[in-house]
């Protein structure tokens, strides 16, 4: 069982920056592949990016890659989602999860979720 907590979200001006943390209650944190995902209302649940155990490999949805990074720190049972050059369509609640395997785009492939965090990016 691990528990997950972001952190971090926001209100930020159009190509701004933000950082988001996820921490994990367990140190088995390091055996999952860690991802993130964010939705905005009446929308469906979308895949942002997931780095594999160690953070050596990530992937990305096409309209954030190469702004947004994740890394992770397993030693501090830590996850991150570095979000630059900010777009208004950016604007979600954004959430991290953990799964068994890798690479996993799909929601239902993630067993733990965190609680999500707002990001909101103005005009």
């Known amino acids: 069982q691990v528990r997950l907590v972001e952190s971090g979200g926001g209100l930020v001006q159009a190509g701004g920056s933000l950082r988001l943390s996820c921490a994990a209650s367990?140190?088995?944190?390091?055996?999952?592949?860690v991802g993130w995902f964010r939705q905005s209302p009446g929308q469906e649940r979308e895949f942002v990016g997931v780095?594999?155990?160690?953070?050596?490999?990530?992937t990305y949805t096409k309209s954030v890659k190469g702004r947004f990074t994740i890394s992770r720190d397993n030693a501090r049972n830590t996850a991150s989602l570095k979000m630059n050059s900010l777009k208004p369509e950016d604007t979600a609640v954004y959430y991290c999860?953990?799964?068994?395997?890798?690479?996993?785009?799909?929601?239902?492939?993630?067993?733990?979720w965190g609680q999500g965090t707002q990001v909101t990016v103005s005009s």
């Open positions: 999860a953990a799964s068994t395997s890798f690479p996993e785009v799909d929601p239902v492939r993630y067993g733990y």
């Open positions: 780095a594999d155990w160690n953070g050596d490999t990530t």
């Open positions: 367990e140190p088995s944190f390091r055996e999952f592949a």
